[in-house]
């Protein structure tokens, strides 16, 4: 069974810094390319970072360059997203998903979704 499970998300003040993990089972990780999306309450879901385990294949959203950097522990199955500089705007559930494909992932319609976890940036 595939699962995946983000963890690190809570509150934060502006300018503060968040770290959130994707653990990854079920299927064969170093094959897989994982991204992080996010939702804000009444926006649509946006695409945040994605990467490929394979070769580290990296793309971000130009609203998180500079600020947001995603990386990947191939050893441990898990994909993080190092937060820093976070604004108000970056308030929302943040999910991870995997294909086995970097393009789907890349246009958000990943085979495999975790539940999200909620991330708030205070004023």
């Known amino acids: 069974e595939v699962q995946l499970v983000e963890s690190g998300g809570g509150l934060v003040q502006t300018g503060g810094s968040l770290r959130l993990s994707c653990a990854a089972s079920?299927?064969?990780?170093?094959?897989?390319?994982i991204g992080w999306f996010r939702q804000a309450p009444g926006k649509v879901l946006e695409g945040v970072s994605c990467i490929s385990s394979s070769d580290g294949t990296t793309y971000s959203a130009d609203s998180v360059k500079g600020r947001f950097t995603i990386s990947s522990d191939n050893a441990k199955n898990t994909v993080y997203l190092q937060m820093n500089s976070l604004k108000p705007e970056d308030t929302a559930v943040y999910y991870c998903?995997?294909?086995?494909?970097?393009?789907?992932?890349?246009?958000?319609?990943?085979?495999?979704w975790g539940q999200g976890t909620q991330v708030t940036v205070s004023s």
């Open positions: 079920g299927f064969t990780f170093d094959d897989y390319a």
């Open positions: 998903a995997a294909d086995a494909d970097l393009g789907p992932v890349v246009a958000g319609t990943a085979l495999y």
